[in-house]
């Protein structure tokens, strides 16, 4: 089954109408297959209204139903959740990994990372046309930490800390600086030393956006 950008809906036809006409192509799916698909993508309440009248969310979500009528063992997803409101994408996420736990393949596409992060088990990270890399989440986020500090001169800071070791990217936002790679002692120690003294320090850790961004800003050569 597959949701590759919008979906190819008809809109004169009803939800309903729209998959019991996809499901003459579809040898053995029944009447049953439709309404429990319908439930599943949360459209049984506007089933028998014009597809043509949906939100693009609602539209998404028959493209989805469109996609999993016959049960199919491998599902390609071009982000499935484009035009969605929060809850909605909470609810697909939360599908898909329903899916995924009954055996079913899911290929997602998606600029969302942080919706990657949540719904796949394994990522593959591509650069102009380029697999730069590629694993389980997990393995990609590591246990690095990003530490964030405000100081009065960035620059400065980021003079100093750019060559410590571990030190895997430095970001400045104004008088922000986000630091990749080493724990925040380790950042406070060396900018103390250079007598620079953070008015703000946070700490978290890594997350697929800022991966995602630092292996293709290692690769743009």
Same mark, same amino acid.
């Given at each position: 089954?597959? &949701?590759? !950008? ?6 004169? &036809? ?5 998959? $019991?006409?996809?499901?003459? &192509? ?5 009447? $049953? ?15 028998? =209204? ?10 998404? =979500? ?25 809850? !909605? ?25 942080? @919706?990657? @992060?949540?719904?796949?088990? =394994? ?5 102009? !046309? ?25 620059? @400065? ?51 697929? $956006? ?7 800003? @290692?690769? $743009?050569?």
């Amino acid at each position: 089954g597959s &949701l590759v !950008g919008r979906p190819a809906l008809i809109p004169y &036809l009803s939800a309903y109408q729209n998959l $019991e006409l996809l499901s003459r &192509l579809a040898p053995g799916t029944s009447t $049953e297959n439709i309404n429990e698909t319908l439930e599943k993508v949360g459209l049984v309440e506007v089933a028998n =209204r014009k597809a043509g009248r949906f939100s693009t969310g609602m539209k998404q =979500r028959l493209g989805l139903a469109m996609a999993l009528l016959h049960h199919p063992e491998l599902l390609l997803l071009d982000e499935p959740t484009i035009g969605m409101d929060p809850g !909605g994408m909470h609810e697909i996420r939360t599908l898909l990994r329903n899916l995924a736990n009954q055996g079913v393949t899911v290929f997602l596409s998606s600029h969302l990372l942080f @919706e990657v @992060e949540q719904i796949c088990d =394994r990522v593959a990270v591509i650069n102009k !046309g380029r697999i730069v890399a590629s694993g389980p989440v997990s393995a990609l986020l590591g246990d690095q930490q990003i530490v964030r500090i405000r100081v009065s001169s960035p620059a @400065e800071a980021a003079s100093v800390l750019e060559d410590a070791q571990g030190v895997t990217g430095i970001d400045i936002n104004g008088f922000y600086l986000s630091i990749h790679g080493i724990a925040a002692e380790k950042v406070l120690e060396l900018l103390a030393q250079n007598g620079i003294y953070p008015g703000e320090v946070s700490s978290r850790s890594s997350d697929l $956006e800022s991966v995602f961004l630092q292996l293709t800003q @290692e690769n $743009e050569d």
